[in-house]
C-alpha cells in the first residue's frame, strides 16, 4: 500500500456526495459536474474515492445539490478535514508494509473522540506491552525480524491516542479467558496484566472483565470495536487476514447495543480491576 490508497472516510465521503447527486435528480455525472463547476472526470474520481476533496470545496457541491440541512453540511465538512488530516499521520511510513485496512483502523483510532472494544482471548491491542504484543504476532503468523519489529513499533506508536493532550475514552469489556491465556510466558504475561491494571485505573479508560458464563450473550459471535468519531461513527471486526468496517448506522448500532449488553453482563470496573489482582498474585 502507499500513502496515496483511499481511506475509508475519503471512500464513505465520496459515496455520501453520489447520493446526495442522486437524490436532487442528477442521474447523469455529466450534468452535475456542469452544475457544481467540474470536469465529468474530477466528480467522478470524487464519488469513487479515488482523490480526496479540500473542505473549502465542499459548500459548492452541496449548494449545487440543494443540500440545506446545516448539521449535514457541517458533518461532511468534518470528514473532508479528517481525510486532510490522515495524509499527514505517523502512520505514512509505514504505508509501503501495513495492510489498507490495518492503516484505516490507525487513522479512524487517531482521530476518534471514544473507543469501545470487546476482546474474548487476547488484551485489547491499545492496552498490550511490547512483549505480549509479540508473543501475540508469532501465535498468528510467522514474521521475520525485521516485520516483527515494525509491527510492534506501529502496535506501540498506536497507544498514544490515550495519552494526548485530548485522549480518547477508551471502554473494554474483556473475556476472563484473556487472563488464562499466558501469551509470552509467566513474566511478560505477569507484565502485562500489571500493565493492564495500571491502565483501568488512568480517568480516560474503563475496564471490565467478562466472566466465564453460560448464560448467552451478544459477544458469542466474536470481538469487535465501535470507534466514535467527531464525524461519524464505525465498527471494526479484525479478521484472519484483513478487517471488516460497518459504517451504516444501523449496523453501527447494533454493534452499539451488543456492547452496552456485554457492559451490563461484565464486572463492574473496580471488581474488575481486583481480578486481575488475584491472577496476578496466583502467577
Same mark, same amino acid.
Given at each position: 500500500?502507499?500513502?496515496?490508497?483511499?481511506?475509508?472516510?475519503?471512500?464513505?465521503?465520496?459515496?455520501?456526495?453520489?447520493?446526495?447527486?442522486?437524490?436532487?435528480?442528477?442521474?447523469?455525472?455529466?450534468?452535475?459536474?456542469?452544475?457544481?463547476?467540474?470536469?465529468?472526470?474530477?466528480?467522478?474520481?470524487?464519488?469513487?474515492?479515488?482523490?480526496?476533496?479540500?473542505?473549502?470545496?465542499?459548500?459548492?457541491?452541496?449548494?449545487?445539490?440543494?443540500?440545506?440541512?446545516?448539521?449535514?453540511?457541517?458533518?461532511?465538512?468534518?470528514?473532508?478535514?479528517?481525510?486532510?488530516?490522515?495524509?499527514?499521520?505517523?502512520?505514512?511510513?509505514?504505508?509501503?508494509?501495513?495492510?489498507?485496512?490495518?492503516?484505516?483502523?490507525?487513522?479512524?483510532?487517531?482521530?476518534?473522540?471514544?473507543?469501545?472494544?470487546?476482546?474474548?482471548?487476547?488484551?485489547?491491542?491499545?492496552?498490550?506491552?511490547? +512483549?505480549?504484543? *509479540?508473543? %501475540?504476532? !508469532? $501465535?498468528?503468523?510467522?514474521?521475520?525480524? #525485521?516485520? @516483527?519489529?515494525?509491527?510492534?513499533?506501529?502496535?506501540?506508536?498506536?497507544?498514544?491516542?490515550?495519552?494526548?493532550?485530548?485522549?480518547?475514552?477508551?471502554?473494554?469489556?474483556?473475556?476472563?479467558?484473556?487472563?488464562?491465556?499466558?501469551?509470552?510466558?509467566?513474566?511478560?504475561?505477569?507484565?502485562?496484566?500489571?500493565?493492564?491494571?495500571?491502565?483501568?485505573?488512568?480517568?480516560?479508560?474503563?475496564?471490565?472483565?467478562?466472566?466465564?458464563?453460560?448464560?448467552?450473550?451478544?459477544?458469542?459471535?466474536?470481538?469487535?470495536?465501535?470507534?466514535?468519531?467527531?464525524?461519524?461513527?464505525?465498527?471494526?471486526?479484525?479478521?484472519?487476514?484483513?478487517?471488516?468496517?460497518?459504517?451504516?448506522?444501523?449496523?453501527?448500532?447494533?454493534?452499539?447495543? +451488543?456492547?452496552? *449488553?456485554? %457492559?451490563? !453482563? $461484565?464486572?463492574?470496573?473496580?471488581?474488575? #480491576?481486583? @481480578?486481575?489482582?488475584?491472577?496476578?498474585?496466583?502467577?
Amino acid at each position: 500500500m502507499n500513502a496515496d490508497t483511499p481511506s475509508l472516510r475519503q471512500r464513505w465521503l465520496g459515496a455520501k456526495l453520489a447520493e446526495l447527486r442522486q437524490q436532487a435528480d442528477f442521474t447523469l455525472l455529466s450534468d452535475a459536474a456542469a452544475q457544481v463547476g467540474r470536469s465529468t472526470a474530477s466528480l467522478s474520481r470524487i464519488e469513487n474515492g479515488v482523490v480526496s476533496i479540500p473542505p473549502r470545496d465542499v459548500p459548492p457541491i452541496l449548494d449545487a445539490y440543494g443540500v440545506e440541512d446545516p448539521r449535514l453540511r457541517e458533518r461532511l465538512m468534518i470528514v473532508a478535514a479528517e481525510i486532510q488530516q490522515e495524509r499527514r499521520g505517523w502512520w505514512v511510513e509505514h504505508g509501503d508494509v501495513l495492510s489498507p485496512s490495518y492503516i484505516d483502523l490507525i487513522r479512524l483510532e487517531a482521530s476518534a473522540r471514544e473507543i469501545w472494544t470487546y476482546e474474548v482471548q487476547i488484551v485489547p491491542g491499545l492496552l498490550q506491552t511490547d +512483549a505480549y504484543a *509479540r508473543a %501475540a504476532a !508469532l $501465535a498468528s503468523w510467522e514474521p521475520s525480524a #525485521e516485520q @516483527l519489529d515494525e509491527f510492534v513499533g506501529v502496535r506501540m506508536s498506536r497507544r498514544a491516542v490515550l495519552t494526548r493532550d485530548e485522549p480518547a475514552m477508551l471502554r473494554v469489556v474483556l473475556g476472563e479467558a484473556a487472563l488464562r491465556n499466558r501469551l509470552g510466558g509467566r513474566d511478560a504475561f505477569r507484565a502485562q496484566l500489571a500493565h493492564l491494571r495500571e491502565c483501568a485505573g488512568r480517568p480516560n479508560i474503563s475496564l471490565q472483565i467478562l466472566p466465564f458464563t453460560d448464560q448467552p450473550h451478544p459477544g458469542i459471535s466474536g470481538a469487535f470495536t465501535v470507534l466514535r468519531l467527531p464525524s461519524l461513527d464505525v465498527a471494526h471486526v479484525e479478521l484472519m487476514s484483513s478487517d471488516a468496517y460497518i459504517e451504516d448506522e444501523d449496523g453501527v448500532q447494533q454493534h452499539v447495543q +451488543a456492547f452496552e *449488553r456485554l %457492559a451490563n !453482563l $461484565a464486572l463492574p470496573p473496580s471488581a474488575s #480491576e481486583g @481480578l486481575i489482582s488475584e491472577t496476578i498474585d496466583k502467577l
